[in-house]
């Protein structure tokens, strides 16, 4: 295969996330490839959290739709969302988690079952999204304004039915939730 070193590391910009050009030097395996250079400009997310929430009170999911600059610099409507953000540093995930479903639908956390970790774009960003299933009190609210993150939330109630179609569409949607409902479904047989 290969050998890879970092030669250099450089920050390009600094606002909601940080965003570095890398540069690596590639040595091959194979003695007819000279070493080679690459650069790489990477964003810096780190870890993230999120959960499909279901209250086994209300015999429902909850999902999210707030905005999002992609829809918008597409001119597509908002499509649903699982809950759930940034891991704060020196925050275990499951902190992390509970307070993200806290801030964004207003509710305490019963339940928790990790579905999936994956890497979404590795080739642009350090991202890792930890994905959970997870049991929530009765929602009371219809939207909420989070503060602290200046984000407007409307909060849906959906059935498993709705859920699936979801999860079946041909249609653009928010990967990290069809990526959610399926391991779900896939976790607990509910086809």
Wanted: proline letters at 3%; a positive charge; aromatic letters at 14%.
């Amino acid at each position: 295969m290969q050998r890879v070193s970092k030669i250099k590391k450089i920050l390009l910009s600094k606002s909601f996330f940080s965003f570095w050009n890398y540069q690596f030097l590639i040595k091959s395996n194979n003695n007819q490839i000279k070493p080679y250079k690459i650069f790489r400009e990477i964003l810096n997310i780190g870890d993230v959290v999120f959960a499909l929430c279901f209250s086994p009170e209300e015999n429902k999911f909850y999902l999210i739709k707030q905005f999002r600059p992609f829809y918008f610099v597409r001119n597509k409507k908002l499509k649903f969302e699982i809950v759930g953000g940034l891991v704060d540093k020196g925050e275990t995930l499951i902190a992390a988690l509970k307070r993200e479903i806290k801030e964004e639908i207003g509710v305490q956390t019963k339940k928790i079952v990790k579905l999936t970790t994956y890497c979404p774009v590795p080739g642009y960003s350090d991202e890792i999204v930890h994905v959970y299933y997870a049991e929530v009190e009765k929602i009371k609210l219809k939207s909420l304004y989070n503060k602290n993150e200046n984000e407007e939330i409307k909060i849906f109630k959906l059935t498993l039915t709705q859920l699936k179609k979801i999860n079946e569409s041909k249609s653009i949607q928010n990967v990290l939730t069809k990526i959610s409902i399926h391991e779900y479904l896939k976790k607990f047989k509910k086809n």
